[in-house]
């Protein structure tokens, strides 16, 4: 199984996160597979640049013609605000991609939550619960994704829908491991960009990392203010 990693970015949030991203990726997975990073019109300095200019109403459109440009069995698809923080383990990663076919299409690399543990590595998420189909940090089969998104003009949060509908399984990463780890911590709330602005907690992270960024033109996410 080969494996790249596909990071949905936009015009927008990308001169904000693209640092961020770069510095705690090749920190913390120094061994990582190629990185595409998708944006409307704005190279990335550090990646392969995949530019394709849809709204976000179409925005799976933009996820689905990312993957046809790209030729690996396994795409880590995740958002442009995944950073990760600490070493990530290769072993693990390789070991859950070797679950990967076309049954079990998809497994997830957040916190588990509504699964059933299999083994050390890997459990089962609930097949009916919600959010399978969401484009958090997550592990797919290129090509059934690819065939998910066929003739699907959806935002973000639409897509997450797609997959209590689908006749496949899908996983998420083990209760106790903590290998992959970008940042967010299960019911912890705000965390990295919510809903378009800096979370607080991301202030303390980027002081450890030594990294310098203006959190003014973005400003900071507060609970019932938009």
């Given at each position: ?146 065939e998910i998104l066929t003739n699907k003009d959806l935002t973000p949060r639409q897509a997450e829908k797609l997959g209590a509908n689908l006749p496949y399984n899908f996983g998420i990463i083990a209760t106790n491991l903590i290998d992959v ?46």
């Amino acid at each position: 199984m080969t494996l790249s990693i596909l990071v949905m970015s936009c015009d927008r949030y990308s001169k904000y996160t693209s640092e961020l991203f770069h510095h705690c990726i090749e920190k913390y997975w120094e061994k990582h597979p190629k990185v595409y990073y998708c944006n409307e019109t704005i190279d990335n300095q550090y990646y392969e640049t995949i530019k394709i200019n849809y709204p976000v109403e179409k925005w799976t459109r933009r996820v689905k013609e990312s993957l046809e440009k790209i030729d690996t069995d396994i795409v880590l698809v995740c958002p442009d605000d995944t950073f990760f923080r600490t070493k990530v383990n290769d072993n693990v990663i390789n070991k859950l991609c070797n679950y990967i076919d076309d049954k079990l299409i998809a497994i997830n690399l957040e916190p588990p939550f509504d699964c059933q543990q299999v083994n050390e590595i890997l459990a089962i998420r609930n097949q009916k619960g919600r959010w399978l189909t969401s484009f958090m940090p997550q592990l797919w089969n290129r090509k059934k994704l690819i065939e998910i998104l066929t003739n699907k003009d959806l935002t973000p949060r639409q897509a997450e829908k797609l997959g209590a509908n689908l006749p496949y399984n899908f996983g998420i990463i083990a209760t106790n491991l903590i290998d992959v780890n970008f940042g967010k911590k299960m019911f912890v709330y705000p965390y990295a960009i919510t809903e378009g602005k800096w979370a607080l907690e991301i202030v303390a992270f980027c002081k450890q990392e030594n990294i310098e960024i203006n959190f003014n033109e973005l400003g900071f996410f507060e609970r019932g203010v938009k």
